[in-house]
């Protein structure tokens, strides 16, 4: 047999059909830590990581809090060539899907450049890098503008450079979608295994809190205004007033799962299981919206049942209204109460890109280590979230199925289950 | 108005990232700026220094000229002895 021969031809003649789409190495930069361990324990923990806003030189806007990683920095973590050519929130994904490949013990240079693929999550883009630049073309001129703008605020860039870092020349994408895009991303992530793939870097991350990102946030009018960490970001509770951004998230390399076999992947720390996705009718319609539809789609797809399901890892918008609807949904499917609801995030504040893969990192270690993490908060529970939300401290059991949804704003619905793999 | 040193343009060159098998401090007049992983986007990124900093335009046809320090040099060099 020649060695040159195409993807197409391996994967249809010397390859069996794809087999699951496994999670075999996970890697995080989250508020709460650098790295999967320290963010997981900070999630089980239930500490609170959002603080004041400190990433903004001036702070007039009325957002007073953030989930920021702090000690974060490019230096002595990403090659100053490429530091200097990107945003934050691609030095974060750079990080993070290093951490993963690391971890999920790949030996690149092995596998086929066109059967690697990388596909990001991204909402906001390089909108501190933008930012800079902006400012001196206003200040200084457009000859003042640096070369680099080109390739680093538009939302591809975390992908091109995590391709070109490691050689990934299989289908590369990006996913913006907002809070939604990290389910997504995993979702296209398993569609470029079974189309012949054979490793997927995938995830999302998101950076940004400068005045810009900031400024372009508030537009929603979902933000919490207020000022004391400890109460900006409640989700399901009497309290709920809006949300608090954060930046990080997560990236995880999946496999089909004959190939990790193959090279003796050391882990396996689930499988993306199920996923369902759907998109709301406007606001004013008198149509429902469509949440509940996603999570019976994501159930159909891993073909399970309510009762298959140990754990929900919720939106939790912190909105009155949104929070209800999820409630309303969940209760639906589940029946009032009928399934552990938990959502880390209000300790983290919401990542956008990086959410959805953040939880799925979570949930993914809530079966590794049969514990589900809390919410942070103690609030008393809004009567109309009848749910039964995690919190007070983790909460052991065996988890073998996880859902996580995940909303983005415009009307993004995304659910994915995530199942232990023995 | 002065010239542009070699110290100068490894100055302009540390702005754009150093590659951790390149030592700007080792005799690079002659190696070319592929070599020092300085690819053609970092070259116009070093160029627009120079042009804001001497008030020069330089137009991408030149940087065929200009593949190693030296070559950079004595071209900005000679535009500015002929300004």
């Known amino acids: ?422 | 108005m002065s010239n542009l040193t070699l110290d100068a343009l490894k100055q302009l060159m540390r702005n754009c990232g150093v590659s951790e098998e390149t030592d700007l401090d080792s005799d690079i007049r002659q190696v070319t700026f592929e070599e020092l992983d300085y690819d053609s986007l970092a070259l116009l990124q070093i160029l627009a220094q120079i042009e804001n900093r001497f008030g020069l335009r330089l137009s991408e046809d030149d940087l065929d000229k200009m593949r190693t320090p030296e070559e950079l040099l004595n071209f900005v060099n000679g535009l500015l002895i002929g300004a």
């Open chain 1, 1 to 422: 047999m020649n060695a040159t021969r195409t993807a197409t031809e391996r994967s249809d003649a010397s390859r069996p059909a794809a087999g699951a789409a496994v999670v075999t190495g996970i890697g995080a930069v989250a508020p709460g830590g650098i790295g999967t361990e320290e963010v997981w324990a900070a999630a089980l923990e239930g500490r609170m990581s959002i603080g004041p806003l400190e990433r903004l030189p001036e702070n007039d806007y009325p957002l007073r809090v953030a989930g920021e990683v702090r000690e974060f920095q490019a230096k002595g973590r990403v090659p100053s060539r490429l530091s200097v050519e990107t945003d934050r929130w691609t030095h974060l994904s750079l990080v993070a899907a290093e951490m993963a490949l690391a971890d999920a013990q790949a030996d690149l240079d092995a596998l086929p450049a066109d059967e690697m693929a990388v596909v990001t999550a991204s909402s906001s883009g390089g909108t501190e890098f933008g930012q800079r630049e902006i400012e001196r073309l206003w200040s200084a001129g457009p000859s003042h503008v640096g070369a680099y703008q080109s390739i680093a605020w538009f939302y591809a860039a975390s992908t091109g450079q995590i391709s070109i870092r490691h050689g990934m020349k299989g289908p590369c994408g990006v996913i913006c979608t907002e809070e939604a895009g990290g389910l997504d991303a995993l979702a296209q992530a398993r569609r470029n295994l079974r189309d012949g793939a054979r490793l997927v870097v995938t995830g999302g991350t998101d950076a940004s809190l400068c005045p810009y990102g900031v400024v372009a946030q508030l537009s929603n009018g979902l933000l919490s205004t207020e000022a004391d960490p400890e109460r900006a970001y409640q989700p399901f509770s009497v309290n709920a007033g809006g949300y608090v951004p954060g930046e990080g998230g997560a990236m995880v390399v999946v496999e089909d799962e004959h190939g990790a076999d193959e090279r003796g992947a050391p882990r396996r720390y689930g499988e993306i299981a199920g996923y369902g996705a759907t998109f709301d009718p406007p606001p004013g319609s008198s149509r429902p919206p469509t949440l509940r539809t996603a999570i019976e789609k994501a159930l159909a797809d891993a073909a399970i049942t309510a009762g298959d399901v140990d754990v929900v890892f919720a939106d939790a918008l912190a909105i009155p209204e949104a929070d209800r609807l999820e409630a309303e949904a969940i209760g639906a499917v589940f029946g009032e109460r009928g399934v552990p609801v938990t959502a880390p995030k209000a300790g983290t504040g919401r990542l956008y890109a990086g959410g959805g893969a953040l939880d799925v990192m979570l949930a993914l270690l809530s079966i590794r280590d049969g514990v589900i993490p809390t919410t942070p908060g103690s609030a008393e529970l809004a009567a109309d979230c009848p749910i039964d939300l995690v919190r007070g401290g983790p909460r052991e059991r065996p988890v073998r199925t996880a859902l996580v949804l995940a909303r983005g704003h415009g009307g993004f619905n995304s659910a994915l289950v995530v199942r232990a793999r023995r």
